[in-house]
């Protein structure tokens, strides 16, 4: 018999709930179509579910009609990407998550000042596209170490650090690290920019990770953050299996587990965890408890202006 143990925070963070509400009530009110640049959040089911209720899913402004409405998604969108909406008379809702906006005011005030901004990413992110959009004579991506040190700057010259908010913060932070040896003076934010979900999931997983026997993360392969929380177990030498559904589980995955830790990203409804779980009950394993590293109790409201 296989022990399940849940870890908790999974799931929506605060920010992801209100872009999927605000998507759910403009749709209800206005009716399909109802278009979405990119995804609204990185995960299948839900992309899947607001397509059966007749939203679009799309970057190509071209293709969308005049006077229709678009869903700016969590993300970020990119103010080029906004303008040839406008131009075009969409009406919009920026579903936006703040927390990565904030990052990109970081880098536009200390360029203000002078500064040139060294900018840790994950290169196929939706949030970082925001580089390509913006001032590329001040803002110099790293994604590891090796490019790092293919950076070259006049000596004197002021230099800023910031990252995308949904990185691993351990490489993360073993990347800050070896920027900072390679340049002592450089200024980094006044808080972290990795985002506190993040933050709190990969802690979550982390915790018990000697504990038990293998590691079922509920989410899409699309979803780098999901990918990452696998990573984390596989580092420790821990099986770790990255699914969208149960069905996904291969026969013989809980051989030989004793205890099995399940979590999920914060792009995820519980219901697909919940469906793991019944799945797994019906094979020999039995779930036992939800272990809790953090409360996450924010809740951020909405209105449906359209602009
Ligand atoms: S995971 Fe972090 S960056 Fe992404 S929407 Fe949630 S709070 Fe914002």
């Known amino acids: 018999m296989t022990n ?4 908790s925070p999974r799931w ?14 403009i749709l209800s009110a206005h009716g399909a179509p109802i278009y979405v640049n990119h995804e609204i959040v990185h995960n299948k089911f839900i992309v899947n579910y607001f397509e059966r209720k007749g939203v679009i899913f799309s970057d190509d402004l071209e293709s969308i009609p005049s006077w229709n409405i678009m869903v700016f998604s969590a993300h970020w969108v990119a103010p080029s990407f906004v303008k040839a909406a406008k131009d075009k008379w969409l009406k919009t809702l920026d579903a936006s998550c703040p927390l990565v906006i904030k990052v990109h005011n970081e880098a536009k005030k200390f360029i203000s000042e002078g500064y040139k901004i060294i900018y840790i990413w994950k290169k196929t992110h ?3 596209i925001w580089v390509a959009d913006n001032d ?12 790092a040190n293919e950076l070259m700057f006049e000596s004197g010259q002021k230099l800023a650090l910031l990252n995308q908010t949904t990185l691993s913060v351990d490489d993360t932070k073993d990347l800050i690290s070896y920027v900072q040896s390679l340049y002592p003076d450089i200024q980094l934010p006044g808080f972290s920019d990795i985002c506190y979900a993040t933050t709190n999931r990969q802690e979550a997983v982390k915790q018990l990770v000697a504990e038990s026997d293998a590691l079922i993360i509920v989410g899409s392969k699309t979803s780098s953050n999901s990918t990452k929380l696998c990573l984390i177990w596989e580092r420790a030498g821990i099986p770790s299996l990255l699914i969208d559904t149960p069905d996904e589980i291969p026969d013989n995955f809980l051989d030989n587990i004793k205890t099995l830790w399940i979590s999920s990203w914060a792009s995820v409804p519980d219901n697909l965890v919940q ?19 953090k409360q996450e109790k924010m809740i951020f409201p909405y209105k449906l202006d359209l602009q």
């Open 12 to 25: 929506y963070c605060a920010w992801v709930d209100r872009a999927i509400g605000m998507l759910d009530d």
């Open 126 to 128: 939706q949030e970082a």
């Open 136 to 147: 590329l004579e001040n803002i110099f991506v790293v994604g590891s170490k090796q490019e």
């Open 275 to 293: 469906d793991v779980i019944t799945y797994l009950e019906a094979r020999w394993a039995k779930f036992t408890k939800e272990i809790v590293t």
């Open 4 to 7: 399940i143990v849940l870890a």
